[in-house]
């Protein structure tokens, strides 16, 4: 309902009803228009022109939609969910030939490279810093990146003989395809660890360690377990010292 395009339309008055709005959910669903024209100190047409910048008809409709939206977030605030049923899947699924042959794949991009540089965004850029920490602690020269605008370089003697290990659950997000595509332009190598072998950063990629787990999201925000990304990092950095 309070979509960032339809925000960016608000005036500073309209700005303000926004507030009181967001800090008096419950309170506003029971008022009339004047109402809550007097508690946020604006005019009542103030307020509908408000309504209608976010898509409603009037107060009426506002009303109703803000109900509604409460009512959807409560309902899908607190699902059931057993993390051990598919963590307990997933390392099923490893015990194959095919994972470990990825495994191995990976492990000599990795030893391959002079430097090896992380990469991720949100919960997957504090996973990129552990990866690089934990694989530095096997002896590989290993960095993160951790803002993701930032500009690598075209020329092949600034990435040829780099990897680039990107963590991403969906495998689509804009600015992470970016790295990527800068990365192979300067003939540097990929590694994608990621939730499905479908997506995008999956194709692109030159090596892929898929996980596959039932993705949770909050709204927004993904909420998908992490554990088998931890579980991959540790196991390739293992295998990165064995093999040194």
Known sequence: MFELEKIQQLNTLELSVLKYVLNHRAQVEKMTIRQLATQAHVS?????RFCEKLGCEGFSEFKYMLKQERLAQKKTS????DVMLPITDFLDKTNNETFRQLLSQATALILEAQAVFFFGIGTSGALAQYGSRYLANAGIFSLSINDPFTPV????TVVADTLLVVLSVSGETTEMLAQVEQYQAGKGKVLAITNSTHSTLARLADVVIPYYMPEEKNGSLNN???IPVVYILELLAHRVACAQ
Do not use: N
């Open 78 to 81: 607190m699902p059931e969910y």
């Open 153 to 156: 370089g075209m020329r092949e």
């Open 224 to 226: 998908t377990t992490q």
């Open 44 to 48: 009542t047409s103030t307020i509908s």
